[in-house]
């Protein structure tokens, strides 16, 4: 989060997109915790996470935190993902409350994991039913060989139900393969009992672009301009 994007960090634009559409907005942080703070700056809050085990417990280290925030809905965002803009937090934002969800997922679906798409590859994989209905996201590294082939990814722009959330999250298991807590496991967990779970699919995938190798940034750089 700390590599620059035009002369900024990618921490620091993700709060500039978020803070339209999110109030109390709060950063996870643990490793260079400092410089993600200078980065990010004073307007936001900030839980510490001691040890770092997946999705799952960044948002656990931040529930006594969360359990004091007004509203119902919770926006979860990737510090590594720069591009996703306001109008499509607000979409997501949108679509979970007016639907009455428990879970909104953004999602993009990729031409191919080829040229600029290869960064997608290695994303989590939305499944769905023959009813077009989300049944589960697989993390890459779980996924089988057919699920791998799904063009439809995941991408870490999601909203929960904040009560829901809170009563939920201390059940995630973790997972051998990773030694993580996947946060997309509420996934299905919120369809075994029946809750609503919606997703927003972001007309353009660059958006999505996460940002983890000098590739990923020099593909960022052109993006940027016309997104």
Not at 67 to 80: E, F, I, N, P
Not at 91 to 119: C, D, M, R, Y
Request: with cysteine; aromatic share 6%; charged share 20%.
């Amino acid at each position: 989060p700390l590599h620059l994007l035009h002369g900024k960090p990618l921490i620091a634009w993700v709060v500039r997109n978020a803070q339209p559409v999110c109030t109390g907005l709060t950063i996870v942080v643990g490793h260079q915790a400092e410089a993600v703070k200078k980065a990010a700056g004073s307007s936001v809050k900030y839980v510490e996470q001691t040890e770092q085990f997946g999705t799952g417990h960044a948002v656990f280290s931040a529930q006594e935190h969360l359990q004091h925030m007004k509203g119902r809905s919770l926006l979860v965002l990737a510090a590594d993902q720069p591009l996703i803009r306001t109008a499509t937090m607000r979409a997501v934002l949108e679509i979970h409350q007016k639907s009455n969800a428990t879970i909104t997922l953004a999602t993009v679906v990729v031409p191919s994991f080829n040229g600029e798409f290869i960064a997608f590859y290695k994303y989590g994989r939305v499944v769905r039913d023959t009813k077009d209905k989300i049944v589960k996201i697989v993390e890459f590294k779980e996924c089988t060989n057919a699920e791998k082939n799904i063009r439809e990814v995941n991408i870490s722009c999601i909203a929960f139900d904040l009560p829901w959330l809170l009563q939920k999250i201390g059940e995630l298991q973790k997972h051998g393969t990773t030694n993580e807590y996947h946060l997309m496991d509420l996934v299905p967990r919120a369809l075994q009992e029946d809750e609503r779970v919606e997703s927003y699919l972001i007309p353009d995938p660059r958006e999505g672009l996460g940002v983890n190798t000098p590739e990923e940034l020099t593909l960022a750089h052109s993006y940027v301009k016309t997104l």
